[in-house]
């Protein structure tokens, strides 16, 4: 459905200062990274660096960026990886088999939208009771099981769309439970389980709180480290910074480029298709 | 399918059950207990005390106030903007235009930036002196002017609006665009036929048509604005004074500054109870727009 030409004069105007406005800021972040502490601290600002180099990058990576990046990899990884594969038979389960009714479905949607805070109280009680406080497995455990609701959720839509009979000329055809599953289920899900994946990766490469939380400095990760840049005694080394925050945005970037398919369905919770 | 186990239906949800049930649900439980208790980490004992922190937090807590007031203020202001821009944008490209593919991936960057990068962005562009953002308004009207951007609290709150508006606009923008693409076409072809023009058409054909669409999008930004946390911390850290805390920076501050667990704990359960009723709506919403 098109509407003509609403704007015909100020359109292209219009969507060439959106397109500057979006990608000014991070423009500035991508050379703030490459210039050196003169030209970062300058009044007026400049913009671009008159001999780039990548000593900023070196500094961040020495200084606690190499630490934040693993750490956020690994984490990261571990629990999109995780929450994948108990999300799968359990959207399955939902979709297939209407487990739990109609209302069981709804409430573990539900827990995406609760707020973090309330969970980190209690829950930074409970780790330092199981210390659990700076693991990997602490963190691993909050962000498999609070992007489960998501994966669960946008999959059970996915399935849904998927015949049954697929299933039942499966079974004929001597294909176990759950064989079906991962033999027909997951190949048939293919660009929506993609993204999925990518968006639930990048929703937990992106938390903050709990991060902040559940750490007392020793497993930190990228967005910790981030904010960790500012307290009084570092001062304003916003080349560093920059460099930290440009590594970690642009794989993020990539990654929504080659998942952007299903990306309004799976961010409006299966409300627009 | 009858050959299946009855109970195979549970084994594929009972690892994810118990993983909720231990990190959402027996915390919930746990907040709540405590926060009828005065409970001070650094006191021993924690005496029983009903919904006393609750009636402090709503009646005596100016702090608490002035965090419910900062949130609506965001709330409000901030989602108008939004969807108001939203929509015109998604008008905007509704129509035919060069590299339209091309543009549309790339304004949808701010949304995969995580907070914390928006946030720190934020901080270092309205910094006077160094940011580029007092450089480019000085450019742009040609003359000297100072604005205190992060020092003062209106126009701190421009910085956190503004921010969030340049990271969540595409958001809006996208569902919105996608919900007209996926119109019936005859209602607009008629329409042309009998004589409107493309404002007509907008106002009184599509808009109409959108109104699902707009709930759901304003449902799911005003939750999400209902927990503004990272951007807060990273560009004002609640600053100047107060004049930024948000509900759950102030949560956050009572738990883990003060260590006022009991209060904190408190507040969360009502933050938990708005967004509840807002949770519950929008489930209502987007599943009835499923079974369509």
């Not at chain 1, 697929?166 to 293919?190: E, H, R, S, W």
């Not at chain 1, 304003?236 to 929504?256: D, E, N, V, Y």
């Not at chain 2, 709503?58 to 203020?73: C, G, K, M, P, S």
């Amino acid at each position: 459905m098109k509407i003509n030409n609403l704007f015909p004069v100020l359109r292209y105007f219009i969507i060439i200062l959106i397109l500057v406005l979006t990608i000014l800021p991070l423009a500035w972040i991508i050379l703030t990274g490459f210039k050196n502490e003169l030209e970062y601290l300058h009044t007026p600002p400049i913009w671009f660096p008159s001999d780039p180099s990548f000593d900023n990058y070196i500094e961040m990576w020495v200084d606690g960026g190499k630490d934040a990046f693993i750490n956020s990899l690994f984490i990261t990884t571990t629990s999109t990886i995780l929450a994948i594969l108990l999300g799968v038979p359990s959207a399955y389960s939902l979709s297939r088999f209407n487990t739990g009714g109609d209302n069981f479905a709804y409430w573990i949607l539900s827990i995406k939208f609760l707020p973090p805070i309330a969970f980190a109280i209690p829950i930074s009680i409970m780790f330092s009771n199981f210390n659990l406080i700076d693991t990997y497995t602490g963190l691993i455990l909050v962000y498999t099981t609070f992007n489960l609701p998501f994966v669960i959720w946008i999959l059970r839509g996915f399935i849904n769309e998927i015949p049954k009979d697929i299933d039942d000329a499966a079974m004929i055809d001597g294909c176990g439970n759950f064989q079906i599953i991962y033999k027909i289920t997951v190949p048939l899900l293919g660009p929506g389980l993609v993204t999925v994946t990518i968006l639930t990766f990048i929703f937990i490469w992106s938390e903050f709180l709990f991060a902040l939380i559940l750490n007392n400095s020793e497993i930190y990760t990228v967005p910790v480290r981030l904010s960790m840049y500012f307290s009084e005694a570092v001062g304003l080394k916003w080349g560093p910074q920059s460099a930290l925050a440009t590594i970690s945005i642009i794989p993020m970037i990539l990654m929504a480029f080659i998942g952007q398919n299903y990306i309004v369905r799976a961010l409006t919770f299966g409300a627009v298709k | 399918m009858k050959d299946f186990n009855v109970y195979y239906k549970w084994y594929l949800v009972i690892p994810s059950i118990i993983l909720l049930l231990l990190l959402t649900v027996y915390p919930i439980l746990d907040a709540l207990y405590t926060s009828m208790h005065q409970y001070d980490a650094m006191i021993a004992e924690k005496p029983f005390i009903w919904f006393d922190n609750y009636k402090d937090l709503i009646f005596e807590d100016e702090r608490y106030q002035n965090a419910l007031y900062v949130t609506l203020l965001f709330e409000v202001i901030t989602i108008s903007i939004q969807m108001v821009l939203g929509l015109f944008l998604a008008f905007l490209f509704s129509g035919d235009f060069k590299f339209k593919k091309i543009i549309t991936s790339i304004y949808l960057v701010p949304m995969m930036v995580s907070p914390v990068v928006v946030g720190f962005t934020a901080r270092i562009a309205f910094t006077n002196d160094f940011g580029f953002v007092p450089q480019i308004i000085n450019i742009v009207l040609q003359e000297e002017i100072f604005i205190p951007w992060l020092s003062n609290g209106f126009w701190a709150k421009v910085v956190i609006i503004l921010a969030d508006t340049w990271q969540w606009t595409p958001f809006v923008f996208l569902i919105i665009f996608s919900g007209i693409m996926s119109l019936p076409i005859e209602p607009i072809e008629s329409a042309r036929v009998d004589g409107a023009n493309s404002w007509q058409i907008a106002l009184y054909i599509v808009l109409p048509q959108l109104r699902y669409i707009l709930l759901v999008t304003f449902l799911i930004r005003a939750l999400d604005l209902l927990k503004l946390f990272d951007v807060i911390l990273l560009t004002t850290r609640a600053g100047p004074g107060i004049q930024t805390e948000t509900i759950s920076v102030y949560i956050y501050n009572l738990a883990f500054k003060f260590w006022s667990m009991g209060n904190a704990t408190a507040a969360s359960f009502i933050l938990l109870i708005i967004i509840t009723i807002f949770t519950s709506t929008l489930i209502k919403f987007i599943t009835g727009y499923e079974n369509k």
